[in-house]
């Protein structure tokens, strides 16, 4: 989609629902995606670097815990500024979104939730600024939609805690000056802030992604590694803390890739309507139009789930189950919108002159990560049957 | 110090302009208006100079209600005051615009005076000059650099071919252009804020236009392309065709 006419989908009005904030702000949102983001997406995702200059700049706009209170850093916004925040970021790049997701809804939300006030009072700023970054570390290489089977251990020393373990798949890792980990003490799971440059900590590059490439994916690797007593997060305990944190995550998924779904929708709609085959525009035909409508109407109903979730959250009646309905839908319809889409650009839809290609792939991850979809449908499958299937 | 940023709403870059009834003016339906983005580079500028020296910093824009957008826009990115000239009718032209500001400006008596070089909307490019010539200030126009001094500033432009480098007392009016800076991308706090800031609104001082708009039309539409098929043996038609038809050679 050429940056300078998009102007976002919105087929059913929403605007009229948005305040005047959160329609400024996702248009500054949306200005910096078209203005920093889109013109050098494409080569950073064929290099397989994270466009880390960019975090500065986010971090200015405070993008970076929005929904944080403002005594440690945080903007103090509503949960719909911060769902309009990743849904442009994502419009831009899914590898950008998690960048920010991992931030805000992985790093500070874990500490703020789980943190003593010194740990509040140290790190939360730093991170809003993003004079640190942080990565957090759940899944391990045999415990990825089962983390409650995790190996990681932690186990209490003199003055601390040696950690022993491992953990796969952590966005940022390599990058990060802290890592929230997640591992068994006493067989009860409590969060841990392991900071870059401990002994018997690393943190190695993952390689070979097809997808996400424009996101740093790492290993998290800990040998006899001791953090002092200080870093353990007091007020976690249980698996039911980590589980909490990827709720928030996949609220930032549920919207981001609405956004992802949106880029594709305009960039299709644009090229079918210039596209001439069989003297005329291809948007002329039934078969592409019964694709476009499809879309138009997906897009619009993750739309309004979106923004239902956002009161639900800010009223502070939200379930996890809310969260993982509109998580596993918008990944669906934004997987079948990009895949669509691809095909609807005919050959044209595998270059890079289009950001198709790069979308469909990123959410092959993103319908993937912080609970996959098969596990979104079974959290929803209990709750409405009261009868658990992974247990 | 005292800066005053001259700002104000134009239609988006993106608009499709249609002609409105009146045949005077555009159909405003479904305009996106947004912050002159020349204008743009003049608020960074200023905010700059407040961040730096703690300047006393101003917005100002005459039109309707609608330009507190532009003000608003220009709190967002980091002025602290903005004040409205509320346009007596939407029939003003540059001269009314430039007297109204000269008018409010003459009142505020800021050290330094900043404006887009031009607004995108009529690309008039006039009214920082007029401004300039009704307070008798000096105007540099097109800045792409500028340094500030106590008493004077040095501003560097673009000229064809070059650069020329003017040194002014204070206060002077300073047209923006393109590389003066990069403006910033307003933060979510500031955006939050700016809505709650109250906005100066003053009356016109003057509305006797100078000009009249007579009548707006759109350009023709572009002419049906001629495809020449038979290759090389089409040349010497072509050659016809450009120097008889086109008028073109």
Known sequence: MSKENYKGVDYYLLDELFTEDEKAIRDTVRDFVNNEVLPIIEKYNQDMKFPIQLVPLMAEMGLFGPNIPEQYGGMGANNIVYGLIMQELERGDSGIRSFASVQTSLVMYPIFTFGSEEQKQYWLPKLASAEKIGCFGLTEPDFGSNPGGMITKAEEVDGGYLINGAKMWITNGTIADVAVVWAKLNGKVKGFLVEKGTQGFSAPEMKGKLSLRASVTSELVFEDCFIPKENILPNSGGLKSPLMCLTQARYGIAWGTVGLAMECYSTVLEYTKSRIQFGKPVAQFQITQEKLAYMVTEITKAQLLCYRLGQLKDGGTMRPQHVSMAKRNSCEIAKNIASMAREMLGANGILDEYPIMRHLNNIESVKTYEGTHEMQTLILGEDVTGLPAFQ | ?249
């Open chain 2, 1 to 249: 110090m005292k800066i005053a940023v001259c700002v104000s709403l134009v239609p988006d870059s993106t608009t499709k302009v249609k002609i409105g009834s009146s045949g005077k003016s555009i159909d405003e339906n479904g305009v996106t208006f947004i912050l002159n983005p020349y204008d743009e580079y003049a608020v960074e500028e200023a905010v700059q100079l407040k961040e730096k020296s703690g300047a006393e910093t101003y917005a100002i824009s005459f039109g309707s209600d609608r330009s507190k957008e532009a003000i608003k826009k220009a709190y967002q990115m980091g002025i602290e005051k903005g004040i409205l000239i509320k346009a007596n009718s939407d029939d003003y032209d540059s001269y009314t615009v430039a007297k109204n500001l000269a008018d409010a400006l003459n009142e505020l008596k800021p050290d330094l005076i900043f404006f887009g070089k031009q607004s995108i909307d009529f690309d008039g490019m006039a009214i920082p000059g007029m401004v300039a010539t009704l307070l008798n200030l000096p105007f540099v126009n097109v800045v792409t650099k500028l340094d500030v001094n106590r008493n004077e500033v040095t501003a560097e432009r673009e000229i064809e071919g070059g650069k020329e480098i003017i040194v002014s007392a204070l206060p002077a009016i300073i047209g923006a252009q393109k590389g003066l800076n990069n403006p910033r991308y307003p933060n979510l706090k500031s955006i939050m804020a700016s809505k709650s800031k109250p906005i100066e609104e003053k009356n016109s001082t003057y509305s006797g236009n100078k000009t009249e708009v007579i009548s707006m039309n759109l350009p023709p539409a572009k002419g049906k392309g001629k495809i020449l098929e038979n290759g090389a043996e089409s040349a010497a038609e072509l050659v016809k065709l450009l120097r008889d038809e086109a008028k073109i050679i």
